[in-house]
Nanobody, 125 residues
């Protein structure tokens, strides 16, 4: 299994970004899985943001991103996306996607088996 994130960068506060997580090594529209997006800011623990299961069920874990961040998937592209709007400086972090081999979403990093390398998001004020 391989996960590759892309789409990070430098953006001004109030701006938007779409992060992509390209997945390979498993059958996206057949195998049981859940894909979560996490972030880790310097000096802080990795926190779970959102998750989507194969069935399309979505969960949000951080109140501060509700209404600003959404998650979607594209089975044809074996990809999961994190759509981020109205970005704030406190959203600055390395963003990771991760996969667990069960179809239930969980907010804890330890529940996920595979991780991407991360993509840096920096929001300037």
């Amino acid at each position: 299994v391989q996960l590759v994130e892309s789409g990070g960068g430098l953006v001004q506060a109030g701006g938007s970004l779409r992060l992509s997580c390209a997945a390979s090594g498993f059958t996206f529209d057949a195998d049981e899985y859940a894909i979560g997006w996490f972030r880790q800011a310097p000096g802080r623990e990795r926190e779970g943001l959102l998750c989507i299961s194969r069935s399309g069920f979505k969960e949000y874990y951080v109140h501060s991103v509700e209404g600003r961040f959404t998650i979607s998937s594209d089975n044809a592209k074996n990809s999961v996306f994190l759509h981020m709007t109205t970005l704030k400086p406190e959203d600055t972090a390395v963003y990771y996607c991760a996969k667990r081999s069960r179809s239930s979403c969980l907010p804890w990093a330890g529940a996920y088996d595979y991780w991407g390398q991360g993509t840096q998001v920096t929001v300037s004020s």
